[in-house]
Every structure is written in C-alpha cells, then in structure tokens.
C-alpha cells in the first residue's frame, strides 16, 4: 500500500478573518510526498473577488465568495436566546420526484434530502471547508488519490435504530458509485472512477478508486452522498419515488412523518439525534418539532402567504418581489450555488448549430446585460464565465461574449444564411428555426427564453420555446431534434461541476455523446473534462478547468447568463436559518422567536 498523507484534519485558518481582510498565507508541513507529486501543503491563497484553501490533492477545498454568498437581510438570522419547538411551514415551489441522494438535484428533491441524512464530511457553506461530520476526522489520502480511508464517528444510528457502521457505508457507497441497473439506480455524478468499498473494521472504511478520485472527499459531502439506512439501500427506483417518503430512513436531525402525494411533507425533529457536524454551533436534538414543507407552484400566492404571517419561508422568491421582503417583518436570504452558471448549452451537433458561425452570431446577437437589468435584481450578477465568480477554478472568458449585432448579422452571412420573405434566416431551404426548452427549476427561464426571441429574431433567427411540465422539459431536453439550446445550471462547490454538467458520462448538457450512435463529437472537450476528475493535485485540477473553460467559449459551446442564487423569502421570527453550500435549506439549527 502507498504512503498515505493527512487530508489536512488540523483545519487550516479560513481564507479571510472575520472583518473581511485577508489572512496572510499560511503553509502547512509535507506529508507523504513522493516523485511526481510535489507541493503536499495546504496554502490559503488571496485572489481578488475570491479566495480557496487548496488543501491536499483529494480535498480540492475552500472558496469564499466576497459577492453572492449567502446574506440575511432585515432582522431574520440567529438573534436572541434558542428556543425548542414549534412547526415550521415551508413553501416549495415544486413537488419533489426522488428522494435517491444522487437524483436529488433538483432543488425539491435536494431540500428535504439534505434534512434528513447525514454525510461523512460537512462543507463549511461560508468558507467552503471541509470538515468532520459522521466521519471522525478527515480522511486519510494515499499519494495518487486512488485510496481514501474514513475513520467513522460511535454510536449514530438511524430513525429505525439500526446503526450506522462501516459495513453500512459501503453499502451506501458501492450503491453510489457504481449505481444499480437492475434497479434503475444511477450512479452518483459527484464519484468518479468509483472502484469498491471496504470494511477495514466496524468504524473505518477505505474506499478504492481505478484512477485518481481527487474530488471524492468533496463528494462524500453533498446531498448526492446522504446516508442511508440499509431497508433503504434494498430499495428501487419506484420506492425512492412519492408516495414512498416516510419509508426512507436516514440518520440526519428530521424524519418524514406524513406525506401527501404533490402537495406537501412534514418532517419531525428526531428526539435523540446527537451527531451534528462538531463545529456547529448548536449540538443535540433540531430546536424545530416540525417542518410543514407545502407546495406553492405560483409565485404570487407563496409571497403573498410569506407576507400575510401564513408561512414562515418561502424558497425562489422572483427578482420583482424582492422589494416585497425590504421591511423590518421580513427579510432575504440569498444563497449562491457555486458552480456552473445560469446559461444556455448550444447542441453543436445539430444542423442549425454544427457551424461555429452561427453559434457566434446566437452569442453576439443576445443582450445578457439587457436580460439581467430587465429581469433581474443585483442578487444575479451577470456571469463571466461557465462558473461563477465564487467557484473554485473560475476564469473569466467574457471576452466571448459581447453583445454585437453587426457582427452576429456578417457572422451569419459569411455562414451562408440569407434573409427570407419574413426575415428569418434560411440556408438551402431550411429556416434558421431553434427551439428552447423552459428550465422550470430556474428563475424566470419563460421570461428569459421570450427577451432571447425578441433579440434573435433582429438578427434573423426564429426561437421557440418548447411547452410543458417538468417531466415534459426533461425527456425533451435528451433529443436534439426537440431542444437544440438548452437552458440549465449546476450547483456543487468543487471543481468537478464542470463535469457534472457537460460531460458524456454525466449529465451531457451539449448532446456531445449521441446516444443512439454511441458517437461523441468533441472527443477534446471530454478528455478536458474528464482531467478535472482524475487529476490528482489542486494544481493540476485547476489547471484542467481552466482548459475546459476556454475550449467551451472558444468553441461558443455556451453563453452564460447570471450567476444564480437561491433566494428565499422569510419572516422576522425565523432565526438560524441556513442553507448548505449550493443554496440547499438547512433547518438543523434554525428556530421560531415567537
């Protein structure tokens, strides 16, 4: 076995002290290097309108954002003395559709995922540390990253009193990474070249990985990875699925009690649970009794019962209601997502976009400032990249992205497409016709989609928007011959969320794989990709995404948009309230002043 090194469990200094001044640069001592892996320290590093600690190669880790992180306006946040009890109602504004860690997301699903189970490792949502949570410490690493070696907390057990041992967890794990077909379970996309788990003893586990895994540490803290009882594990597709809710079994601070199909959840406060992450502030039982989750589909009726003192919070609070939430009863809490922007994937390999030309002109011809003024609030700031500003490996590539419509018209008469009677662009009898679909999780896509039309058709390109409901939007959007630009976004703290989003194994936001075929069209963009996953240094992996960046605006693959928060909507008495690092609820420490 390889010398194995420290992932860093001392917990290095965060990147900022509490006033917002940088630290000075700290270094920590080697450990376990060895030839063709130099720099085994965690150095904190200062970078403008951010900040990441880059720990050890596994544990790609820490970025604070000095823009859209998290904030509470008004007089809601942790004020006063604690108080246990009370039910919490939650509006939701839509209905969840799997309850699977690594199908959970979707932002409904991520939402009562992330209350009911645990994770080995907590991510710090402010500093985006890694640290301790069921696992004991933080994991041992061997050199190439291909080792990892959990040492687990005592005595957790989940809501039916089986305990959470490491037999458990490799259950969990081997489920995770390597997924089930026969039970229609996917695999996880936050693990990658997932091998197997082991059982060193009942309180340590070593997983073992077929290339490097570096960003396997940051994975075992996500949604994706929430721990689960094994009657749970034993499940398929359909019993993750509604109507199977109370049935799911973790070990986190609340358990479904009651569900009712669509329409809402309620989640109790486990009396017994004493295992939050130890750098929380609150330890033992949840200071809620219960969390009321309500569906609220129209935007209006969940602001307006947030508003009236019918609701305590709301999720997805719209740009024009923000002003709604400015006084001393209520207050914003605006939490960003960390990873690939709010924006729209062109499906190169279709006919009306396989020319560069045109993927340009689309670019040039689309106004994204006049899009953010005209539906937005300084919550969504303009993006200037795949990531946003806050996410590891961030670069700015909005060079590719000015707004020019002479040079979108030349662009698309040098591409050989001439205006027609009704002024839409057509080439060898075909019009220049792109459909969209709408991305019902995102904020205002319709609206979005519909500025976009008004935009292209200047230019002499027809944009339609695909209709339909959430699973409509979803078969729609894996066939090119529906959805040509796809609207979408990511949200996840580390490095390999540009994976998640674009790669064929992944969610193939770009229909690069065809999966009729088995044919890939850009075999440069997925071995970028696929180096951000498997390489084993920070340095490395940094390097790898910032390839990926600029072959994805060189290539005009994407347009980026805004940086998309979660934006939630509460009431003065709600105090503590938190969210995970992609914007996730997390209602753990929060409590009612009333």
Not at 163 to 179: C, E, S, T
Not at 412 to 430: E, M, N, Y
Not at 523 to 537: Q, Y
């Amino acid at each position: 076995m390889k010398k194995e090194r420290s992932s860093g469990a001392d917990n290095p200094a965060r990147a900022e002290q509490a006033d917002g001044s940088p630290r000075h640069p700290r270094h920590y001592p080697a450990v376990g290097d060895g030839p063709g892996f130099p720099h085994r320290e965690v150095l904190v590093m200062a970078h403008s309108r951010r900040a990441f600690l880059a720990a050890s190669a596994s544990i790609a880790v820490a970025t604070l954002a000095a823009g859209c992180s998290s904030r509470t306006a008004g007089n809601a946040g942790q004020l006063g003395e604690p108080r246990i009890g009370g039910t919490l109602i939650y509006l939701e504004p839509q209905t969840w559709t799997s309850l699977y860690p690594p199908s959970a997301g979707f932002y409904a699903n991520g939402g009562i995922v992330n209350n009911i189970t645990d994770r080995l490792l907590h991510q710090n949502p402010e500093t985006l540390e890694l640290e301790p949570w069921i696992a004991a410490e933080l994991p041992s690493v061997n050199e190439d990253a291909t080792e990892y070696t959990f040492k687990l907390r005592r005595g957790v057990t989940y809501s039916d009193g089986t305990p959470l041992d490491a037999a458990n967890v490799v259950k969990n794990f081997d489920l995770y990474g390597r997924g089930d077909a026969g039970k229609v379970l996917t695999a996880s996309e936050a693990i990658n070249n997932y091998d197997r788990g082991e059982v060193v003893d009942e309180h340590t586990v070593r997983f073992h990985f077929s290339a490097p895994a570096p960003g396997f540490a940051q994975a075992t803290s996500t949604i994706n990875s929430g721990l689960l009882s094994n009657a749970t594990l034993a499940k398929s597709n359909k019993g993750f699925g509604p109507g199977n809710a109370k049935s799911i079994i973790g070990s986190g601070p609340f358990v479904i009690t009651e569900e009712k199909v669509g329409t809402e959840l309620r989640l109790a406060a486990r009396q017994d649970y004493s295992w939050a992450p130890p750098s929380s502030p609150h330890q033992g039982r949840p200071l809620l009794d219960e969390i009321n989750v309500v569906v609220t589909g129209e935007d209006s009726v969940r602001v307006g019962t947030v508003v009236a003192g019918q609701a305590n919070i709301a999720r997805q609070i719209e740009a024009p209601d923000e002003p709604q939430f400015s006084t001393e009863e209520l207050a914003l809490h605006v939490a960003a997502t960390n990873g690939v922007n709010n924006g729209l994937s062109f499906r190169f390999r279709t006919p009306q976009l396989s020319d560069i030309r045109v993927r340009q002109a689309i670019i040039a011809g689309i106004d994204r400032q006049a899009i953010v003024d005209t539906l937005f609030t300084k919550s969504y700031p303009l993006a200037t990249g795949a990531l946003a500003r806050t996410a590891l490996g961030h670069v700015d590539t909005s060079a590719n992205y000015v707004h020019d419509p002479a040079k979108a018209a030349a662009l698309l008469d040098q591409a050989g497409w001439t205006a027609g009677p009704d002024k839409i662009r057509v080439k060898d009898g075909r019009r220049l016709a792109l459909t969209f679909n709408e991305a019902l999780p995102q904020p205002r896509s319709k609206e979005v989609v519909t500025l976009i039309q008004a935009q292209l058709a200047k230019i002499g390109i027809q944009v339609e928007l695909f209709p339909g409901d959430y699973a409509a939007q979803t078969a729609a959007a894996l066939d090119p011959d529906q959805i040509q630009v796809y609207h979408s976004m990511v949200g996840r703290a580390d490095f390999d969320v540009l994976k998640s989003q674009y790669s064929s194994e992944n969610r193939n936001a770009l229909l690069n794989l065809n999966t009729d075929e088995g044919s890939t069209g850009d075999g440069e963009l997925e071995a970028r990709l696929s180096a951000i996953a498997s390489r084993p240094t920070v340095e490395q992996r940094e390097q790898a995404s910032a390839a990926a960046q600029q072959w994805l605006a060189d290539q005009a693959y994407i347009l980026p948009i805004f940086e998309e928060p979660q934006v939630f909507g509460l009431r003065a008495e709600v105090r503590g309230f938190a969210t995970e690092s992609v914007g996730r609820p997390s209602f753990y420490r929060t409590w009612l002043n009333a």
